[in-house]
């Protein structure tokens, strides 16, 4: 027989371990419990925020409200929401830059041939996707 911990409560450990605490809940208390679920969520949440901000590894686009901040600055230009198969293009390819100067609002296709993407002969100056979504994939799985 063992007593838990926290509860002090007599119990007979499962398996073949020295079991210190009689349950799940015991345990969840004895590793911080709500104080320690509070405090990942805080930490998470930081993490997230930090990233749409800007603020993260810069890997990515400034968000604005939890939509890219380019996209938001072109609509506020146009005076309407960008339609399907519109892109907005940053003039000096500096994706932190979101002045309105900067911003060219075009199609996906002519975006493409800016870029050199499928022209041949033209070495693109950034580097391409290495892969392609299929419509068969589905669940986000690419080929």
């Known amino acids: 027989m063992n007593v838990c911990v926290i509860c ?55 968000k604005l409200n939890g939509r890219h901040e380019h996209r938001v600055v072109a609509e506020q230009m146009l005076g309407r929401s960008l339609l399907r198969g519109e892109v907005v293009h940053h003039r000096d390819h500096n994706k ?19 870029h050199g993407l499928g022209i041949p002969g033209v070495t693109p100056w950034w580097k391409p996707w290495t892969h392609r979504w299929t419509k068969e994939s589905g669940d986000g799985i690419h080929v």
């Open 8 to 62: 002090q409560t007599a119990f007979t450990p499962k398996r073949h371990t020295t079991g210190k605490y009689c349950g799940r809940k015991c345990a969840w208390e004895a590793r911080g419990g709500t104080e320690f679920n509070a405090m990942a969520a805080r930490v998470s949440a930081a993490k997230r925020g930090d990233a749409q901000r800007g603020r993260g590894e810069g890997r990515t686009y400034r």
């Open 96 to 114: 932190l830059n979101n002045s309105p100067e900067n911003l060219e609002v075009i199609t996906q296709g002519k975006h493409m041939r800016r």
